[in-house]
């Protein structure tokens, strides 16, 4: 008999935004604890980024909130993110950091950024769930509402 998923614990919902591609980025999560009602968000910026660093970012700031292992449902609107996590990062532990491009092996892309994300999901059973950007998801809607909202008051700030 096949076992049942667990329940998820919390719901982080996250998105990265940048305007340029490098350039200003925000990114936003929403961490929901479903039996409780709780809700955290945050949301930062970097002057000059790519969208990927800041949904990447977005994942890592809200894993850090998490005190103990859990069940976590990530649900973004990030295939990078997702197929990262699942698929990608495994292969490129196995090869040294390093992954396939035209038929060699170069270092990964916010390495950094993907080893905090490894180190800190470790702890925790993290699934993830897709979303479609600008769909009309409410809680996408809201962190891409926040992470843009940082990046544009960074720009406002000098930064």
Known sequence: MAKERDEAEVMLFTDGACSGNPGP???AY???????????KDSGAAPVTTNN??????????LRLLKR????ELVTDSKYVGTGLSEW?????QQG????????LVPVKN???WRELDRLAAAHTVRFSYVAGHSGHPENEECDRLAVEA?????RNGG
């Open 25 to 27: 980025g925000g990114w």
């Open 30 to 40: 929403i961490l929901r604890h479903p039996g409780s009602g709780r809700e955290t």
């Open 53 to 62: 660093r800041m949904e990447l970012t977005a994942v890592v700031e809200g």
């Open 69 to 72: 292992p859990t069940v976590v």
């Open 89 to 93: 990062l495994p292969r490129w532990k």
């Open 97 to 104: 950091w390093m992954r396939k491009e035209k038929g060699r």
């Open 111 to 113: 390495e950094d950024l």
């Open 151 to 155: 990046y544009r008051e960074l720009q």
